[in-house]
Nanobody, 120 residues
């Protein structure tokens, strides 16, 4: 079993910053890709940012230059630093982690979601 625990969401004013964290735990042998997705009301879930095991990153065009994804392999944690937040960034943010369990079975799990609200 692999679990993810997210934290860091909340209410922030436009132009403000937030940092999301997502910690993985359980029967993990290795972690490959880690990422953040978001889903706004009435919209489909979309990729916000991803980071590979080697540290390569990718971002949605809408967040490039404002968001930064990073990971701490020792802590099995992925972070999303969000700056210059806009009202359109309001959504539930989900982390997604893939890898291998201790019995070498592949896994992909989702966090429970954390709400980010950007409003004055």
């Amino acid at each position: 079993q692999v679990q993810l625990v997210e934290s860091g969401g909340g209410l922030v004013q436009p132009g403000g910053s937030l940092r999301l964290s997502c910690a993985a735990s359980g029967s993990i042998f290795s972690i490959n890709a880690m990422g953040w997705y978001r889903q706004a009301p009435g919209k489909q879930r979309e990729l916000v940012a991803g980071i590979s095991s080697g540290g390569s990153t990718k971002y949605a065009d809408s967040v490039k230059g404002r968001f930064s994804i990073s990971r701490d392999n020792g802590k099995k944690t992925v972070y999303l630093q969000m700056t210059s937040l806009k009202p359109e960034d309001t959504a539930v943010y989900y982390c997604n982690v893939g890898g291998l369990t201790v019995v070498f079975r592949p896994f992909e799990v989702w966090g429970q979601g954390t709400l980010v609200t950007v409003s004055s």
